[in-house]
């Protein structure tokens, strides 16, 4: 059972057995879903998530975040979030910043999180699913800048993550998570397509390691990219035919957030490797939960809706240039945050 799980609605392949559809029926609640996480105490991983954060929470929260940082108060995006998230059933459809000023309002007038979410059921549910998908997505780091005809190192606080399209390339997308796919069997999309032209220089999402690249049968030359927390697993794939990946990428490699990895292609739908068998040329952006290794292959994997992740990381995009010496793209300005201390290559 693959749990493809969308704003739109959580989807279940019709694998899911009798039983434990019978066992999640008492986790829904109107369109939320709701598992039996209210007990922190409990030990069983995360099975059920249902992302339906909508572009404008995401990006108002953000910035709450952001423009907060070393103030008094200090507003946690991911409190935020999972706040909003009890007050509105996980229905983020009709999420207006009133609710959002009125929280931080409370805030920064003393009142603490732990006592204004006492009584909410679901807050530390939210706020585990919400930390597993966007836990690194903000906070410190340093980028090189240019000032003064040199280029230099700037501490920034802020979004740490980037768009997997290279700055100032071209791109289409559409909601497309879940959707039906029919290559080898039926099945949903569980990830995001973003449509471009073959040669478009793909970037790292977020720092971490890679753990697979070759070729796959679906997604032809892919890359799956584990995040350090080890809870998100990004899979890159329909990579460009005969030249997919750039030098560095290899199973171990450590890459930073905003690494050119690959270029965009149509490969995949075929046993054969190196095949065009894609209709349309476009990167398939694939964001996995772990929450538990089990979780990792198989018939647990949890996939969310990454549109309007997109959206958001469409405010950070890596400026890359070409190598004459090797023809590669290679990012502008370098990139150091403090998870890759001590990594390898970093």
């Given at each position: 059972m693959v749990i493809a799980v969308s704003r739109k609605k959580l989807l279940l392949t019709a694998a899911v057995s009798a039983a434990l559809l019978s066992a999640a029926a008492g986790y829904f609640s109107g369109r939320s879903v709701m598992t039996a996480r209210s007990d922190t105490s409990m030990q069983e991983p995360i099975k059920w998530v249902d992302f339906n954060v909508s572009y404008e929470a995401l990006r108002d929260?953000?910035?709450?975040?952001?423009?907060?940082?070393?103030?008094?108060?200090?507003?946690?995006?991911?409190?935020?979030?999972?706040?909003?998230?009890?007050?509105?059933?996980?229905?983020?459809?009709?999420?207006?910043?009133?609710?959002?000023?009125?929280l931080t309002e409370k805030l920064s007038g003393g009142t603490d999180m732990d006592e204004i979410t006492k009584e909410m059921k679901y807050y530390q549910y939210y706020k585990e699913c919400f930390e597993a998908i966007l836990g690194e997505y903000i906070g410190e780091f340093a980028v090189q800048t240019e000032s003064d005809d040199a280029v230099v190192w700037e501490k920034k606080y802020g979004l740490k993550v980037f768009c997997p399209i290279a700055k100032n390339y071209s791109f289409s997308h559409y909601d497309d998570f879940a959707n039906a796919r029919t290559y080898?069997?039926?099945?949903?999309?569980?990830?995001?397509?973003?449509?471009?032209?073959?040669?478009?220089?793909?970037?790292?999402?977020?720092?971490?390691?890679?753990?697979?690249?070759?070729?796959?049968?679906?997604?032809?030359?892919?890359?799956?990219?584990?995040?350090?927390?080890?809870?998100?697993?990004?899979?890159?794939?329909?990579?460009?035919?005969?030249?997919?990946?750039?030098?560095?990428?290899?199973?171990?490699?450590v890459v930073k957030a905003g690494d050119v990895i690959g270029y965009l292609g149509m490969t995949g739908?075929?046993?054969?490797?190196?095949?065009?068998?894609?209709?349309?040329?476009?990167?398939?952006?694939?964001?996995?939960?772990?929450?538990?290794?089990?979780?990792?292959?198989?018939?647990?994997?949890?996939?969310?809706?990454?549109?309007?992740?997109?959206?958001?990381?469409?405010?950070?995009?890596?400026?890359?240039y070409r190598d004459e010496e090797s023809g590669e793209y290679v990012r502008r300005y370098d990139y150091y945050e403090a998870l890759l201390e001590g990594k390898e290559g970093c």
């Open positions: 929260t953000m910035e709450a975040d952001i423009s907060s940082y070393g103030e008094a108060v200090h507003y946690d995006w991911i409190e935020l979030l999972s706040y909003l998230a009890c007050v509105n059933g996980n229905d983020f459809s009709g999420y207006k910043e009133k609710s959002l000023t009125e080898g069997y039926s099945r949903l999309h569980t990830g995001h397509d973003l449509f471009g032209s073959i040669g478009t220089p793909v970037v790292a999402i977020e720092s971490g390691v890679v753990e697979s690249v070759g070729w796959n049968r679906y997604g032809g030359w892919r890359i799956g990219i584990r995040s350090f927390d080890k809870k998100r697993y990004y899979y890159y794939a329909h990579l460009r035919k005969d030249h997919p990946y750039t030098p560095v990428i290899k199973e171990g490699a739908y075929s046993e054969k490797e190196n095949v065009n068998n894609i209709n349309r040329p476009h990167l398939h952006m694939g964001i996995q939960l772990i929450f538990d290794e089990s979780q990792k292959d198989g018939s647990n994997e949890i996939w969310v809706d990454g549109y309007n992740i997109l959206k958001l990381l469409q405010n950070n995009c890596s400026e890359v």
